[in-house]
T-cell receptor, first 114, second 113 residues
Framework: ETGVTQTPRHLVMGMTNKKSLKCEQHLGHNAMYWYKQSAKKPLELMFVYSLEERVENNSVPSRFSPECPNSSHLFLHLHTLQPEDSALYLC?????????????FGQGTRLTVV | QQQVKQSPQSLIVQKGGISIINCAYENTAFDYFPWYQQFPGKGPALLIAIRPDVSEKKEGRFTISFNKSAKQFSLHIMDSQPGDSATYFCAASRDSSASKIIFGSGTRLSIRP
């Protein structure tokens, strides 16, 4: 285990539903990230949080809403998603979001939008 | 616009053979080149990384070869084993910052017994 835990592991939701993905890191890191992994495409960085403040938002649609209540927890709130949003959503953490820091990934949440 | 191009998309190698995965990058400001390994049902994990001041880095059976002038780098897995079967991602970043990592599209490697 990498010390980054994601729940749920699998999620099926309708386009009108509201759901949340949860990430918890036990590594004492100060930075946390959400990535989207689609088949045969590079990992896409969605959001970066450093010390509970959002430092990057890479043109992600507003139907994805992140929340970082403290440096150990990160949520991704989902509402009115589209089928093309089906993917593996990965959470990661690092000591900081600056130089020389390794990202540790969770196991991901496999999301299917129907 | 794909800043890090990875090939091949999939690769099958016999046990004991050498697996080679290639990557090319565009941005000369990149200064950190990690490789990640991802097993099914798991998140990616850092395997090995190199900086552009060296041309090669070896860790056990895994070697990164780096060609700065050609803006290319590759992963070599010597004596490939069935346990090496996974998806491999090359990546590059500026300032070796975790928040600036650009990933390749991945190579699914299968090692046949």
């Amino acid at each position: 285990e990498t010390g980054v835990t994601q729940t749920p592991r699998h999620l099926v939701m309708g386009m009108t539903n509201k759901k949340s993905l949860k990430c918890e890191q036990h590594l004492g890191h100060n930075a946390m990230y959400w990535y989207k992994q689609s088949a045969k495409k590079p990992l896409e960085l969605m959001f970066v949080y450093s010390l509970e403040e959002r430092v990057e938002n890479n043109s992600v649609p507003s139907r994805f809403s992140p929340e970082c209540p403290n440096s150990s927890h990160l949520f991704l709130h989902l509402h009115t998603l589209q089928p093309e949003d089906s993917a593996l959503y990965l959470c990661a953490s690092s000591q900081s979001h600056g130089d020389g820091t390794e990202a540790f990934f969770g196991q991901g949440t496999r999301l299917t939008v129907v | 616009q794909q800043q890090v191009k990875q090939s091949p998309q999939s690769l099958i190698v016999q046990k004991g053979g050498i697996s080679i995965i290639n990557c090319a990058y565009e941005n000369t400001a990149f200064d950190y080149f990690p490789w990640y390994q991802q097993f099914p049902g798991k998140g990616p994990a850092l395997l090995i990384a190199i900086r552009p001041d060296v041309s090669e880095k070896k860790e056990g059976r895994f070697t990164i070869s780096f060609n700065k002038s050609a803006k290319q780098f590759s992963l070599h897995i010597m004596d490939s084993q069935p346990g090496d079967s996974a998806t491999y991602f090359c990546a590059a970043s500026r300032d070796s910052s975790a928040s600036k990592i650009i990933f390749g599209s991945g190579t699914r490697l299968s090692i046949r017994p």
